[in-house]
Nanobody, 121 residues
Framework: QVQLVESGGGLVQPGGSLRLSCAASGRIFSINAMGWYREAPGKERELVADITSGGNTRYADSVKGRFTISRDNANNTMYLQMNNLKPEDMAVYYC???????????????WGQGTQVTVSS
């Protein structure tokens, strides 16, 4: 019913930047909160940043001041601008969205397939 497609991952040197995108499509009435998570080898998936439909944001302490989350509600798209990347940021990044399919007050959680971010010299 809904697809979340991430893009923008890749290989970058320490100190470099990447911009991730997450585009939602399908049966969408509205999107509530959206978020970016990451999962490094041998570690649990963790919240990187999330954003409400009204634009309120929160960040993991490890990325504050370096990453910026934003969204384009008109196009059902979310972004993550990542600056000053560090080796410890290397992970698969996933987007998540809470989506309403119609006017009823029920939301459903969807995940994207993930995009790899590699930080290495």
């Amino acid at each position: 019913q809904v697809q979340l497609v991430e893009s923008g991952g890749g290989l970058v040197q320490p100190g470099g930047s990447l911009r991730l995108s997450c585009a939602a499509s399908g049966r969408i009435f509205s999107i509530n909160a959206m978020g970016w998570y990451r999962e490094a080898p041998g570690k649990e998936r963790e919240l990187v940043a999330d954003i409400t439909s009204g634009g309120n944001t929160r960040y993991a302490d490890s990325v504050k001041g370096r990453f910026t989350i934003s969204r384009d509600n008109a196009n059902n798209t979310m972004y993550l601008q990542m600056n000053n990347l560090k080796p410890e940021d290397m992970a698969v990044y996933y987007c998540k969205a809470q989506i309403r399919h119609d006017a009823r007050p029920y939301t459903f959680q969807y995940w994207g397939q993930g995009t790899q971010v590699t930080v290495s010299s």
